[in-house]
């Protein structure tokens, strides 16, 4: 098929990087050519809801805050649903999809990051269910029977969330993580601490400490297993990771290494091309979060404007919506050097800062139960030494 005239401005994804940046370019500019392509539905929903949607029963639909169709009218955008990107041609500045080409002016990748894979012994592994979509989402709650006994392999934060979620909607669960503490990449220990032992007076199993290593099918569902340790379940879930596909980018010899790589612009090693969202390494790793993605649309939006923008990222806090255990927690950079100290651990809740070694100025936070309607007085002890950047 010859390539469509210019498509404008192209955007390959429709989550929530492509579409917070589809509106800033709107509210730029009305006129633009904008073209998505996506490979899924294009329906618009809030991922984050996936994790506490069970619990507050609210059907899969019901998470589809606007229809791919309504979405594009809009915002006056060309909608390619069910349509994957396959390939760059960077010199002639084509997109390949598998449903023909398209000609850009500009070229965003905003594609998300995907599940790590499981790797563990048996013939049920192929069987988990990652939830990173709404589709994945649908296709969990289609399994989850009204006892369905659930295995979550993987305690970060989808996967607390979802054990959580999942025993509040009155499912037996169990938790895997090879890590001794949930969260142990996000939180310091003695926040973890809060969270398993809200975990574990919500009923939830915790099998920590031990790498899972086998799901294995059954008569009735799978023994997941873990050394000495076994659960049988109706449902597995994979909460291990993410990690950003290399088909894409490296069609186009786009440098990778956690994430695509980018410059402050969010530009790519290829000419026209930019990327935006889970996809994109930060600091050296990926930050899979909401804020990055909204300070960088914005940012984004002025450069593919004319305007060449670097994007500033400020303390960029991150809700757990654990509710047994609220918890609120701004990291420090993983070069900054220094220490956590416990401020406040009480009935109220937990407050503990990262300070600095050299000076003892505050690097982060976490933030657990009652405390964290303290969240605007510790931006502010943050940003006494990093000023919070629009
Ligand atoms: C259960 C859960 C709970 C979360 N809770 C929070 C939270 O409380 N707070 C927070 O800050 N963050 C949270 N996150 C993370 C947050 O939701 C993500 O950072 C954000 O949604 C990522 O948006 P994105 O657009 O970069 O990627 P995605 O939403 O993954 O979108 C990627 C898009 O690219 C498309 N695509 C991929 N490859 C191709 C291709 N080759 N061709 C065409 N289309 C393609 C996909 O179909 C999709 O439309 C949560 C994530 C999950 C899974």
Redesign the pocket.
């Known amino acids: 098929m010859p390539p469509e005239s210019d498509a404008g401005i192209v955007v390959?994804?429709?989550?929530?990087?492509?579409?917070?940046l589809v509106r800033e370019l709107r509210r730029r500019d009305a006129r633009r050519a904008l073209t998505i392509?996506?490979?899924?539905s294009?329906d618009v929903y809030?991922?984050?809801?996936?994790?506490?949607a069970h619990a507050d029963q609210r059907p899969v639909q019901a998470l589809v805050s606007q229809n791919a169709a309504a979405m594009a009218e809009a915002l006056d955008v060309r909608l390619l649903v069910h349509?994957?990107?396959?390939s760059i041609d960077v010199p002639s500045r084509l997109l390949h999809?598998d449903r023909g080409m398209l000609r850009y002016e500009a070229l965003v990748l905003?594609?998300?990051?995907?599940p790590r894979p499981l790797q563990v012994s048996g013939d049920g592994g192929a069987d988990a269910i990652a939830?990173?979509?709404l589709d994945?989402?649908r296709r969990l709650r289609a399994r989850l029977g009204l006892d369905a006994r659930v295995a979550v392999i993987g305690a970060g934060?989808?996967g607390c969330?979802?054990a959580l979620d999942l025993r509040t909607g009155g499912h037996a669960v169990a938790l895997f993580d090879s890590a001794s503490r949930p969260l142990h990449r996000l939180l310091p220990d003695f926040a973890s601490q809060r969270i398993a032992g809200a975990l574990a007076r919500a009923g939830v199993a915790l099998h920590l400490g031990q790498a899972p290593d086998r799901v294995v099918r059954g008569p009735g569902g799978y023994r997941v297993g873990a050394g000495a340790i076994e659960e049988e379940v109706d449902v597995v879930i994979s909460?291990i990771g993410?990690h950003v596909?290399a088909?894409?980018p490296g069609s186009a010899d786009i440098a990778t290494a956690a994430g695509i790589v980018t410059d402050d612009c969010l530009r790519t090693s290829a000419p026209h091309v930019f990327a935006?969202?889970?996809?994109?390494q930060i600091d050296g790793r990926l930050?899979?979060?909401?804020?990055?993605?909204m300070h960088g649309a914005r940012a984004l939006a002025a450069t593919l404007c004319g305007t060449p923008t670097a994007v500033h990222y400020p303390p960029?806090p991150?809700?757990?919506?654990t509710p047994a255990c609220p918890t609120l927690m701004c990291a420090p950079a993983p070069a900054d050097a220094g220490r956590w100290v416990v401020e406040a651990d009480d009935s109220d809740g937990l407050r503990g800062v990262f300070l600095a070694d050299a000076s003892d100025d505050v690097l982060g936070f976490v933030l657990q139960g009652g405390r964290i309607r303290e969240r605007a007085a510790m931006l502010t002890r943050l940003t006494q030494r990093s000023p919070v950047v629009a």
Not at 46 to 52: E, V, W
Not at 110 to 114: D, F, L, M, R, W
Not at 287 to 293: A, E, G, N, R, Y
Request: glycine share 10%.
């Open positions: 390959v994804g429709c989550g929530h990087a492509a579409l917070s392509v996506t490979a899924d294009g809030s991922k984050p809801a996936l994790s506490t349509t994957r990107a396959l999809t905003a594609t998300g990051a995907s939830v990173n979509s994945d989402y934060l989808v969330e979802l909460a993410l596909e088909g894409l935006l969202g889970d996809c994109v930050q899979p979060f909401l804020l990055p993605i960029m991150v809700t757990i919506k």
